[in-house]
Nanobody, 124 residues
Framework: QVQLVESGGGSVQAGGSLRLSCTAS????????MGWFRQAPGKEREFVAY????????NYADSVKGRFTVSKDNAKNTVYLQMNSLKPEDTAVYYC?????????????????WGQGTQVTVSS
């Protein structure tokens, strides 16, 4: 069992930055790939970023590529999402998720554990 807790959300103006953190309980954090997803009001939850077990592979949604960076610190059981050049369309609840599989996936069904989410609001 893995429990995930996100933090770092907030309200910023367009062009600003935020860093989200997701801290996991459990001793096998390094065995999980991690994903970040987001869900805006009235929309489906969508993939944002992915990082593999030992950070050897990273993938991003086209909408955030070049602006967001995902990183993982296995010693701290924490995954980060650095978000720069934020836009109003980035406004959403952001979730981290853990995947025991070894293949990259953008599907929410492929992730085994989820955090409770943290709100990010970007004003124009």
């Amino acid at each position: 069992q893995v429990q995930l807790v996100e933090s770092g959300g907030g309200s910023v103006q367009a062009g600003g930055s935020l860093r989200l953190s997701c801290t996991a309980s459990g001793r096998t954090f390094s065995s999980y790939a991690m994903g970040w997803f987001r869900q805006a009001p009235g929309k489906e939850r969508e993939f944002v970023a992915y990082i593999s077990w030992y950070s050897s592979s990273r993938n991003y949604a086209d909408s955030v590529k070049g602006r967001f960076t995902v990183s993982k610190d296995n010693a701290k059981n924490t995954v980060y999402l650095q978000m720069n050049s934020l836009k109003p369309e980035d406004t959403a609840v952001y979730y981290c998720a853990a995947d025991r599989g070894i293949a990259f996936s953008v599907k929410t069904d492929d992730y085994d554990y989820w955090g409770q989410g943290t709100q990010v609001t970007v004003s124009s």
